[in-house]
């Protein structure tokens, strides 16, 4: 089933700023792992369109990868 991303992100700042670094970070020293994880529902697919903006816009390459139940 498709679903709707919200144009719109309310929140996140503290998890947005951890996320950042993590970039910087990365960017500096090389590789990181990061796992989003929360109740269905909760964001993390927001969260992440989030990410992959801000990390486009560093000139990251963008892999995407999906699982199903
Ligand atoms: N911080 C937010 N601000 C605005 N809208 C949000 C925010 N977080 C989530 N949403 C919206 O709520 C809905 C559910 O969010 P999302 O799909 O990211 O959840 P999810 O945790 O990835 O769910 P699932 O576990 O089912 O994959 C979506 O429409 C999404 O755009
Ligand atoms: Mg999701």
Known sequence: MASFI???????????????????????????????????????SRLLAELRDRAVARNFAILVGRCFE
């Open 6 to 44: 919200t144009p719109v992100l309310v929140g996140r700042s503290a998890e947005l700023q951890q996320l950042e670094e993590a970039l910087v970070a990365v960017q500096a020293e090389g590789g990181r792992c990061i796992r989003v994880s929360g109740e269905a529902g909760i964001g993390k």
